[in-house]
């Protein structure tokens, strides 16, 4: 069956297979770098701090699709901003392998720059092959979903082990190496693309290019002498007050876009309740990464410190951990999409606000898990690992019913002239989400073990009731927004 897939498909399976693998290796151990002490070679930041840093860092990533989007459709096409951002992302991880602090700034800047250039990219080539195969665009998506998951195997156990057990730099270093696999093996195989992404997809004169390359020199340059006077000492700032603004940011952001397109985007009046719907799965969306971006943050640290991780007499390094959430994914896709042919058939396929209800709900009993797991660690020093497994195992869940039909929602939502632009919404959501989590997994930490088991059940009421709202809403809004013979 994989035969039938345009042959392409392998290059960007193997590029986003590197370039998760750099990705989720270097942030699986990140807050652990920094909140460790100096003598072990980390940062000796707050829990709370390197929780607010991880937010931000995360943040900044999503939120860098989108210029890195329109990059590629005005400026290079999808193909070269690909390979650019593959090179950027190298650089990043490699100046991070440097022991250096005036360095570790610019590495993580290097990565949020290139990823914001490759992730969406590569994702609009991926549907690019499907151009006249539509039927199997799905399919193919499905199979790349699964590169995504093989990279974070590939990175939580390569630069989990180097990181915690030899250094941390080592574990940079081997993120960086990674994606040189990436971009080699990218670069070499490019032309197997054909005309795919090959040019920009909006045609402008040579005269506005120039004009806008110098635009980007300038705020490129603009943010080099931010860092670099930040790293001389003539600023400095607390990250946490900056991850609130940030989220101030961002949810401004976010809700401007939708006033503007409902408002002043010329919508009939169909196509308005389509935004509407939009809206409410982009709230469903945020809420759901903010939970389940903890893996990298709360939990890791719970997983440092307060969970028995001996095998056969030896400890196994607490990033592994994180290794759960892509095994369960690359070990349960079939069945959930299995689950929804099936129900299709039956024509009980779930309504979107209906999916991303349950995978709210998962995520909440995902939490009452853990809280019962830092319970027990209050009580006897160390909790079983098994309270982490069971929470990523019912998180994965979540994860697979709202995540990987969330880009062909919007798609089929939106109206087609506004397609590109609301597809960075989705990263918007997960922008969103990952700085609420930083904040969030700074209150889940900062008084150590003690304040994890309160936070993480007011987490699990939230989530439930949210979950339930968009349950209970799924109906009326399904026919509000639909026509009969969409239904
Ligand atoms: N795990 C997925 C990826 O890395 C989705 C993550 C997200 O959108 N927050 O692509």
């Given at each position: 069956?994989i035969?039938?897939h345009?042959?392409?498909?392998?290059?960007?399976?193997f590029?986003?297979?590197?370039e998760?693998?750099?990705?989720?290796?270097?942030?699986?151990?990140?807050?652990?770098f920094?909140?460790?002490?100096i003598?072990?070679?980390?940062?000796?930041?707050?829990?709370?701090?390197a929780?607010?840093?991880?937010?931000?860092?995360?943040?900044?990533?999503?939120?860098?699709?989108?210029?890195g989007?329109?990059?590629?459709?005005?400026?290079?096409?999808?193909?070269?901003?690909?390979?650019y951002?593959?090179?950027?992302?190298?650089?990043?991880?490699?100046?991070?392998?440097?022991?250096?602090?005036?360095?570790?700034?610019?590495?993580?800047?290097?990565?949020?720059?290139?990823?914001?250039?490759?992730?969406?990219?590569?994702?609009?080539?991926?549907?690019?092959?499907?151009e006249?195969?539509?039927?199997?665009?799905?399919?193919?998506?499905?199979?790349?979903?699964?590169?995504?998951?093989?990279?974070?195997?590939l990175?939580?156990?390569?630069?989990?082990?180097?990181?915690?057990?030899?250094?941390?730099?080592?574990?940079?270093g081997?993120?960086?190496?990674?994606?040189?696999?990436?971009?080699?093996?990218?670069?070499?195989?490019?032309?197997?693309?054909?005309?795919?992404?090959?040019?920009?997809?909006?045609s402008?004169?040579?005269?506005?290019?120039?004009?806008?390359?110098?635009?980007?020199?300038?705020?490129?340059?603009?943010?080099?002498l931010?860092?670099?006077?930040?790293?001389?000492?003539?600023?400095s700032?607390?990250?946490?007050?900056?991850?609130?603004?940030?989220?101030?940011?961002?949810?401004?952001?976010?809700?401007?876009?939708?006033?503007?397109?409902?408002?002043l985007?010329?919508?009939?009046?169909?196509?308005?309740?389509?935004?509407?719907?939009?809206?409410?799965?982009?709230?469903?969306?945020?809420?759901?990464?903010?939970?389940?971006?903890?893996?990298?943050?709360?939990?890791?640290?719970?997983?440092?410190?307060?969970?028995?991780?001996?095998?056969?007499?030896?400890?196994?390094?607490?990033?592994?951990?994180?290794?759960?959430?892509?095994?369960?994914?690359?070990?349960?896709?079939?069945?959930?999409?299995?689950?929804?042919?099936y129900?299709?058939?039956?024509?009980?396929?779930?309504?979107?606000?209906?999916?991303?209800?349950?995978?709210?709900?998962?995520?909440?009993?995902?939490?009452?898990?853990?809280?019962?797991?830092?319970?027990?660690?209050?009580?006897?020093?160390?909790?079983?690992?098994?309270?982490?497994?069971?929470?990523?195992?019912?998180?994965?869940?979540?994860?697979?019913?709202?995540?990987?039909?969330?880009?062909?929602?919007?798609?089929?939502?939106?109206p087609?002239?506004?397609?590109?632009?609301?597809?960075?919404?989705?990263?918007?959501?997960?922008?969103?989400?990952?700085?609420?989590?930083?904040?969030?997994?700074?209150?889940?930490?900062?008084?150590?073990?003690?304040?994890?088991?309160?936070?993480?059940?007011?987490?699990?009421?939230?989530?439930?009731?949210a979950?339930?709202?968009?349950?209970?809403?799924?109906?009326?809004?399904?026919?509000?927004?639909?026509?009969?013979?969409?239904?």
């Amino acid at each position: 069956m994989i035969n039938n897939h345009p042959k392409a498909l392998k290059v960007l399976f193997f590029t986003e297979m590197w370039e998760r693998m750099s990705y989720y290796g270097m942030r699986g151990i990140l807050v652990l770098f920094m909140t460790a002490s100096i003598q072990n070679g980390g940062l000796d930041f707050s829990n709370s701090s390197a929780s607010a840093i991880y937010g931000i860092y995360a943040a900044a990533v999503y939120l860098a699709t989108l210029p890195g989007g329109w990059i590629a459709d005005n400026l290079y096409g999808q193909q070269k901003t690909v390979l650019y951002g593959g090179i950027v992302i190298m650089f990043g991880h490699l100046i991070l392998a440097i022991p250096n602090m005036s360095l570790f700034y610019i590495g993580l800047t290097l990565v949020v720059i290139g990823t914001g250039l490759l992730k969406p990219n590569i994702s609009a080539l991926v549907g690019g092959l499907y151009e006249n195969k539509t039927d199997m665009r799905e399919s193919g998506f499905t199979i790349f979903y699964m590169s995504i998951n093989l990279g974070s195997i590939l990175g939580f156990f390569i630069c989990g082990y180097l990181g915690e057990n030899i250094g941390w730099h080592y574990g940079f270093g081997a993120a960086g190496i990674g994606m040189l696999f990436g971009v080699i093996q990218y670069k070499l195989n490019m032309k197997s693309l054909g005309k795919t992404g090959l040019s920009p997809s909006n045609s402008i004169n040579l005269e506005v290019k120039n004009k806008y390359e110098r635009i980007i020199l300038v705020i490129s340059l603009f943010i080099s002498l931010l860092i670099i006077s930040g790293l001389m000492g003539f600023w400095s700032i607390d990250p946490l007050p900056l991850a609130n603004i940030t989220t101030i940011v961002i949810a401004s952001i976010s809700l401007a876009y939708f006033f503007y397109i409902y408002f002043l985007g010329n919508l009939n009046k169909d196509e308005k309740k389509k935004i509407i719907m939009i809206f409410i799965l982009f709230i469903g969306a945020a809420l759901f990464w903010s939970g389940f971006d903890q893996g990298g943050s709360s939990f890791n640290i719970f997983a440092k410190e307060y969970t028995d991780r001996m095998i056969f007499g030896w400890e196994y390094p607490a990033s592994w951990l994180q290794i759960l959430n892509p095994l369960f994914v690359v070990i349960l896709a079939p069945f959930i999409s299995y689950l929804w042919i099936y129900l299709g058939r039956k024509m009980l396929d779930p309504s979107l606000p209906f999916k991303f209800g349950m995978g709210l709900i998962f995520m909440a009993i995902g939490f009452i898990i853990i809280a019962v797991g830092a319970q027990i660690a209050i009580s006897e020093g160390l909790a079983s690992a098994k309270w982490l497994l069971l929470t990523y195992l019912f998180h994965t869940i979540g994860e697979l019913i709202l995540s990987p039909i969330g880009l062909s929602a919007i798609s089929s939502l939106s109206p087609k002239r506004y397609i590109g632009q609301m597809m960075g919404i989705w990263f918007l959501a997960s922008s969103l989400g990952a700085i609420l989590a930083g904040l969030i997994s700074g209150q889940a930490t900062n008084e150590g073990l003690s304040s994890m088991p309160d936070l993480f059940n007011q987490i699990a009421i939230i989530s439930t009731i949210a979950g339930l709202i968009l349950i209970l809403i799924a109906k009326p809004l399904q026919r509000w927004v639909f026509k009969k013979s969409e239904l």
